[in-house]
């Protein structure tokens, strides 16, 4: 049972670049999430997604889109990565309630 | 708003000492509270949540609405309890908001 998994796991992009990030669940939850932490900021909130085919976005939506086309998968995309989008990025998915998150192992992202 | 305030970001205490990690929110519904850990190297996992008023690893919060608060504590603080502690709130739309987290080092 691999629960949520991130894919890469760590990544190094030039300035100006593009990449995705790929969250992937098999526990057939509806809400997925994408967090960024930072030191002393602790978890902030991208995207999240309530069902398939829906997104929203969180706290800091700026420099990311997402995309959740299949129920499995949550895509976090930087269209241009920046410096500042230099962070650990975690995902998380729950089924409905007031029920458990459960997270990735996170993904280590580094601009320069 | 809905949002979540740590105010200490390390909490250093002696083993054996008592733990109290502080939690805040703002939300103006009846809330879902949660404590998560991070232990060096693993992944975020669910320490307890309000709803279920249970004791986990010794751990105890309770939901005081009047001041907004959702204390974590522990009455006796043990070495492999140093980790990363969060709280999230979990308001109606189900946007999962976390606080900024509190390291706690348990020293010995």
């Known amino acids: 049972n691999a629960g949520v998994t991130q894919t890469p796991k760590f990544r190094v992009l030039k300035t100006g670049q593009s990449m995705t990030l790929l969250c992937a669940q098999d526990?057939?939850?509806?809400?997925m999430y994408w967090y960024r932490q930072d030191p002393g900021m602790g978890l902030r909130l991208i995207h999240y997604?309530?069902?398939?085919?829906?997104?929203a976005k969180g706290e800091v939506p700026d420099g990311y889109n997402v995309s959740r086309l299949k129920k499995q998968n949550f895509l976090l995309g930087l269209e241009s990565a920046a410096p500042s989008q230099t962070s650990v990025y975690f995902c998380a998915s729950r089924p409905t309630g007031n029920t458990e998150a459960f997270f990735g192992q996170g993904t280590r992202l580094t601009v320069v | 708003a809905q949002r979540v305030t740590q105010p200490e970001k390390l909490l250093s205490v002696f083993k054996g000492a008592p733990v109290e990690l502080k939690c805040n929110y703002s939300y103006s519904g009846s809330p879902e509270l949660f404590w998560y850990v991070q232990y060096s190297r693993q992944r975020l996992q669910l320490l307890l949540r309000?709803?279920s008023r249970e004791s986990i690893k010794g751990f105890t919060a309770d939901l005081n609405k009047g001041e907004t608060s959702f204390h974590l504590k522990k009455p006796f603080a043990q070495e492999e309890d140093s980790a990363m502690y969060y709280c999230?709130?979990?308001?109606?739309?189900?946007?999962?908001?976390f606080g900024a987290g509190t390291i706690l080092r348990v020293k010995s």
């Open positions: 526990m057939n939850h509806e809400y």
């Open positions: 999230a709130l979990l308001p109606y739309g189900n946007k999962l908001v």
């Open positions: 997604s309530v069902g398939e085919g829906t997104t």
């Open positions: 309000h709803i």
